[in-house]
């Protein structure tokens, strides 16, 4: 009986492999979870730099890649920082999180998302996960804000904590947008700012718009690993023109322009993205369409493959939303920690990298006492999701027969 329940299990993760092995090929090298592509202008406009000395905080590539960030999205403005957890760290700074606030976010995401907030001196208060699309459950999200809350004047607080809770933080997971009409007319109604994380998704619409048009801050990420890279890098998007000009001054030191004077009229950061980094988004940007098309063709070739196997599919884009399926992602209809993991680790041994998802951030050390939700989808979900190998360029054979 034992032997024949590990037998089968045997087979049911064989056809996995199988899958993996249909769409990717039997690899000669380790498929990484997502690696960058360097095709186009990157060697260029980096030898550019060099050549020009032009590398660090100063130089033309930084302007012009927030002015095809700003073309991109239709976005108004653009800045620029070190990365995206930067990003993150001064939007909340914009909407005037402070020491003693709370902001909500969701437990299910990469810790960069909470480590801004207490970087603010704030406090997290987490917020459960929708199976759809891993993003923040609305209808929970709302019933819970009207139990736990209450309002004076313009500001919402915490029933149990007597906080102020300032903002919300949606997430984009693996580039799957939220709903973020219905989140922004929940902010509306409790005066919560609202901070996109954007991170995982640019080229990724909702409702017809690009994501972060519908926040009051968005944050995006460039990290080496995310849909185009500056190797590390972020930037924040905005409409508001005055939000805009306050994070420029802020992540380069918070110094009055002045000829050779140094003054600083308020607590600044370095968080300007150099010059190089610039240099390299721009190449990358360039190479974005053909980077969506190919995650596009990938995730459509996944999707069909996987539907061959009974109790699990790929996770989609929601209705009046386009994803830029950053990273394909497999959900099984049962949670089963077990199973991911020998999934993660039989798939090694072929040569693909998977991983799971991230530990729900309520139960990391520095989070564990954080005010939440009731969080038991989340933790389903923790051991439902595994993500599978999502480079551009594995898509790349599959774009032209669609
Ligand atoms: C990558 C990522 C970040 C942080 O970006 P970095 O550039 O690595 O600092 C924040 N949130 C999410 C959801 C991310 O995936």
């Known amino acids: 009986m034992y032997l024949l329940k ?5 087979m049911i993760l064989e056809g996995y492999l199988a899958v993996l092995e249909q769409v990717l090929g039997k690899p000669e090298n380790f498929v990484a979870l997502h690696a960058p592509c360097f095709e186009g202008n990157e060697w260029a406009y980096v030898k550019q730099c060099i050549d020009s000395t032009w ?12 002015a095809k960030l700003v073309e991109y999205t239709d976005i108004p403005y653009a800045v620029a920082v070190v990365n995206g957890t930067a990003a993150l760290h001064i939007a909340l700074r914009l ?7 709370e902001v909500l976010l969701p437990a299910l995401s990469f810790v960069a998302t909470a480590n801004a907030i ?11 996960a929708q199976s759809s699309n891993l993003g923040i459950d609305f209808e929970k999200l709302s019933e819970y804000l009207e139990k736990n809350t209450f309002i004076q004047g313009e500001t919402c607080f915490n029933k149990k904590t007597k906080r102020a809770i300032k903002a919300l933080i949606p997430v984009h997971i693996f580039g799957h947008p939220v709903n973020m009409s219905a989140l922004q007319g929940l902010c509306k109604q409790y005066h919560l700012a609202l901070v996109e994380d ?12 690009h994501v972060g048009f519908y926040s009051d801050v968005a944050c995006f990420s460039f990290n080496g690993n995310k849909i185009i890279t500056t190797g590390g890098g972020g930037a924040i998007l905005t409409s508001n023109a005055d939000l805009a000009a306050r994070a420029k001054h802020i992540t380069t030191t918070a110094k009055r322009t002045h000829a050779h004077e140094f003054y600083h009229d308020e607590l600044g950061y370095n968080y300007r993205l150099p010059n190089l980094n610039a240099a390299l988004g721009c190449a990358q940007l360039e190479r974005l369409g053909f980077f ?6 990938l995730a459509r070739v996944y999707k069909e493959a996987f539907a061959s196997l009974p109790g699990v599919r790929t996770l989609e884009a929601q209705e009046d939303t386009q994803s830029n399926y950053w990273l394909n992602a497999l959900i099984l209809e049962k949670p089963n920690r077990v199973f991911i993991e020998q999934l993660i680790e039989k798939a090694a041994q072929r040569k693909f990298q998977l991983r799971g998802l991230w530990t729900p951030l309520d139960s990391l050390p520095m989070y564990q006492h954080c005010p939440k939700m009731d969080l038991s989808e989340t933790y389903q979900l ?14 790349n054979k599959y774009v032209e027969g669609y």
């Not at 905080?57 to 930084?62: D, I, L, N, P």
């Not at 954007?198 to 718009?209: C, Q």
């Not at 923790?382 to 898509?395: D, E, K």
């Open 292 to 297: 969506l098309k190919c995650k596009a063709a």
């Open 55 to 66: 590398v660090s905080s100063v130089g033309e590539y930084v302007g012009q890649f927030e």
């Open 118 to 128: 207490a970087y603010c001196g704030a406090t997290a208060h987490f917020v459960e």
């Open 6 to 10: 590990i037998e089968r299990k045997g």
């Open 382 to 395: 923790f051991n439902r999701v595994v993500t599978l190998p999502s480079s551009a360029w594995l898509g």
């Open 198 to 209: 954007a991170a995982e998704a640019l080229g990724a619409f909702v409702h017809g718009k």
């Open 95 to 101: 909407v005037n999180v402070m020491p003693q606030d």
